[in-house]
């Protein structure tokens, strides 16, 4: 089944350590993106690539780094520095030519 | 101003009534436009997008865009309690990457 495949489900971090988040699709997609929800509130935009061994900033990148090493992977890592790390966080792809994104299901995060 | 603006709701409507979804934008040179459909605790399911001014149907879905008002709106024909959900709004300028607005959240009353 093609799909976008984020893992896992619910993530808990420690105070001061560093989680990696996976995001894995075999749409054969250039673009993919990281985003995350707050309760209530809309996506906002962490990371992105629209090409391998690249990628973007987007408009709530700090604490947060990525990798883009292989097309079908894009792993974002949630590091100590990002203070409030608590929210669902939600990766998305999108073909080359394509208007539309489609998300994966979601990775939840909480801090304890 | 908020680049993307929706009415966070509730809205409620009757089962079998039409459900009208509002959505508006600042930036002039956006470019397509998206409804996402997200329930409580899932990840947001794409159900229409439009780019060109006019009205976009698919089934009990109508997509509404005016550019120059900076306006779009969806509409939900004969509304189902399968619809409740809270219902994003997506905007893309050129290359750029999608500006969500914070969401409505629909309930349809059996």
């Known amino acids: 089944d093609g799909g976008i495949t984020q893992s896992p489900k619910y993530l808990f971090r420690k105070e001061g350590q560093n989680v990696t988040l996976s995001c894995e699709q075999n749409l054969n997609h250039d673009a993919m993106y990281w985003y995350r929800q707050d309760p209530g509130q809309g996506l906002r935009l962490i990371y992105y690539?629209?090409?391998?061994?690249?990628?973007q900033k987007g408009d709530i990148a700090e604490g947060y780094s990525v990798s883009r090493e292989k097309k079908e992977s894009f792993p974002l890592t949630v590091t100590s520095a990002q203070k409030n790390p608590t929210a669902f966080y939600l990766c998305?792809?999108?073909?080359?030519?394509?208007?539309?994104?489609?998300f994966g299901q979601g990775t939840r995060l909480t801090v304890v | 101003q908020k680049e993307v603006e929706q009415n966070s709701g509730p809205l409620s409507v009757p089962e079998g009534a039409i459900a009208s979804l509002n959505c508006t934008y600042s930036?002039?040179?956006?470019?397509?436009f998206f409804w996402y459909r997200q329930y409580s605790g899932k990840s947001p399911e794409l159900i229409m997008f439009i780019y060109s001014n006019g009205d976009k149907e698919d089934g009990r879905f109508t997509a509404q865009l005016n550019k120059a008002s900076q306006y779009v709106s969806l509409l939900i024909r004969d509304s189902q309690p399968s619809d409740s959900a809270t219902y994003l709004c997506?905007?893309?300028?050129?290359?750029?990457?999608?500006?969500f607005g914070s969401g409505t959240q629909l309930t349809v009353l059996p």
């Open positions: 930036d002039r040179g956006s470019q397509s």
């Open positions: 690539s629209q090409i391998v061994n690249d990628f």
């Open positions: 997506a905007v893309r300028l050129g290359a750029r990457q999608l500006t």
């Open positions: 998305a792809s999108r073909g080359l030519h394509a208007l539309e994104a489609f």
